[in-house]
């Protein structure tokens, strides 16, 4: 499927340099599951497409990009929707005022995942926050037996809070105080994990 979007001042950054304000005209295209020839992403989702182009104000002739530069293109000022693009080619050079002003037009492409997309541009899975998991393993739970727990979070903080409130909602936290230990596990590479071996039983 193909969108098309046209967005007048948006706003583009590239490291800590001033924002500059851009009209953008860009196309999404959101592959099928099905689609055998789809980028696919790290996580195997197939990754969606977004391309278009970016005219920039250039005044006294000012070489401000060049093919290959990266940045940040935010399509309102309350960045409801804003992502990392990468400018790859200077197609055009329209002369506003002669010898003054000029409107330069370059073609991008958006990488990687969106950093917010409140206007709902990519697919809902984009959108979503990357989870970690974490292992508990280290209390004792009812009769001293111990406890193996599962957290998926965002991040250690979150994980902490969820893992507090599941012991207190069992009556595993009484005589625990809130002591334990939050193991990240490594989701980048295949791996089997044996939580509890029953050897303190």
């Known amino acids: 499927?193909?969108?098309?979007h046209t967005f007048k001042n948006a706003h583009f950054q590239v490291g800590i340099q001033k924002t500059e304000?851009?009209?953008?005209?860009f196309e999404v295209l959101t592959p099928n599951d099905d689609d055998e020839f789809a980028?696919?992403?790290d996580d195997g989702i197939h990754e969606a497409q977004l391309r278009g182009e970016m005219e920039v104000d250039v005044y006294f002739d000012d070489v401000k990009y060049k093919s290959g530069t990266v940045g940040t293109l935010s399509l309102s000022a309350d960045q409801s929707s804003k992502f990392h693009i990468v400018l790859?080619?200077?197609?055009?050079?329209?002369?506003?005022?002669?010898?003054?002003?000029?409107?330069h037009v370059w073609l991008f492409q958006a990488v990687g995942r969106p950093i917010y997309d409140r206007l709902?541009?990519?697919p809902e899975v984009f959108r979503m926050a990357i989870l970690k998991v974490y292992t508990v393993t280290d209390f004792q739970g009812h009769s001293f037996l111990p406890v193996a727990s599962v957290v998926v979070a965002k991040n250690q903080e979150e994980a902490r809070?969820?893992?507090?409130e599941k012991l207190l909602a069992a009556n595993l936290m009484s005589k625990q105080e809130f002591e334990y230990t939050l193991e990240e596990v490594n989701v980048t590479q295949?791996?089997?994990?044996?939580?509890v071996d029953g050897s303190e039983f």
């Open 1 to 4: 499927m193909i969108t098309l």
């Open 21 to 25: 304000h851009v009209d953008v005209t």
């Open 39 to 41: 980028i696919s992403m």
């Open 88 to 103: 790859f080619d200077r197609i055009d050079s329209k002369t506003i005022t002669p010898q003054k002003h000029k409107k």
């Open 120 to 122: 709902g541009l990519f």
């Open 161 to 164: 809070q969820l893992m507090d």
């Open 190 to 195: 295949p791996s089997a994990t044996i939580l």
